[in-house]
């Protein structure tokens, strides 16, 4: 997956499971620290990252036609940027990958859901602030 490095914004290539590793930039050379905003995933990239992850993982299911999506799009955002170094956040487009959604039993949406150990461990339907998106990775 691509992650932008904090310093010069060097679009970094990285492996799901080194996600909670601080590596260094391919451009910079400097550390790009832990991952601080919401990441955009497939499915494939959701399955590695919620296999993998050392760091409990926090779902945002989603899709653009959904207006609570929307609105909850800046909460996940911050919320993201409160547990940097904690958790990695995720976004997945229910639209573009509604196979994950029906794996997962999703029947609304905004859905937010923490995984540890590949396992679902909290959830959450309906907009919320990052406070409450906080208090569900714990």
């Not at 999506?69 to 997945?92: F, N, S, Y």
């Amino acid at each position: 997956m691509i992650v932008a490095c904090n310093h010069c914004g060097q679009r970094n290539r990285v492996s799901p499971d080194r996600l909670p590793d601080t590596g260094k930039c391919g451009k910079c050379h400097q550390p790009m620290g832990a991952v601080s905003q919401p990441l955009d995933v497939d499915t494939r990239t959701f399955d590695a990252v919620v296999a993998s992850s050392a760091l409990p993982v926090l779902v945002d299911f989603w899709a653009p036609w959904c207006g609570p999506c929307l609105r909850a799009a800046p909460e996940v955002k911050a919320a993201a940027e409160r547990l940097k170094g904690r958790a990695i956040v995720l976004k997945v487009d229910t639209q573009a990958h509604p196979e994950v959604a029906q794996r997962m039993g999703i029947q609304g949406i905004p859905y937010f859901a923490v995984f540890r150990g590949g396992r679902r461990v909290n959830d959450q339907t309906g907009l919320v602030d990052s406070n409450r998106l906080v208090a569900l990775v714990g």
